[in-house]
């Protein structure tokens, strides 16, 4: 699972990387090992950073990656939850699919 920052990830399960600010490229290192390894990949990125999880996203599902979006609402972000929260919430993730960012992109533009 991908998180924001480190408080995040004290909130979550093993296997958990955070991004603290960075921006992942096609060249980022941590890019390369997913798709080598053909991950799977959770994104719990705080709200403010929605932009940036479909960015994330968009890349990710055009190496074929499986791609999932957990929902952070009503919190802040998912540090701000207990670790059975933030367990149910990866639990019920999102596959996200070009459809999806599609329609959460035009949401996002008419604030829906």
């Given amino acids: 699972m991908l998180v924001e920052g480190w408080f995040d990830l004290f909130q979550c399960e093993d296997n958990t990387i955070p991004l603290c600010g960075s921006i992942l490229s096609k060249e980022n290192s941590l890019v390369q090992k997913l798709v080598n390894n053909n991950s799977e990949v959770y994104l719990a990125l705080d709200p403010d ?7 994330i996203s968009s890349m990710l599902l ?5 791609v999932f979006f957990v929902e952070i609402s009503p919190y802040k972000d998912m540090g701000e939850m207990n670790k059975k929260e933030a367990a149910r919430r990866r639990q019920n993730a999102i596959p996200v699919t070009d459809n999806f960012l599609f329609r959460k992109k035009m949401e996002l533009a008419i604030g829906a």
């Avoid at 950073?49 to 960015?55: G, L, N, Q, V």
């Avoid at 055009?62 to 499986?66: A, E, F, T, V």
């Fill in 49 to 55: 950073a929605i932009k940036k999880s479909f960015s």
């Fill in 62 to 66: 055009g190496y074929g990656l499986d």
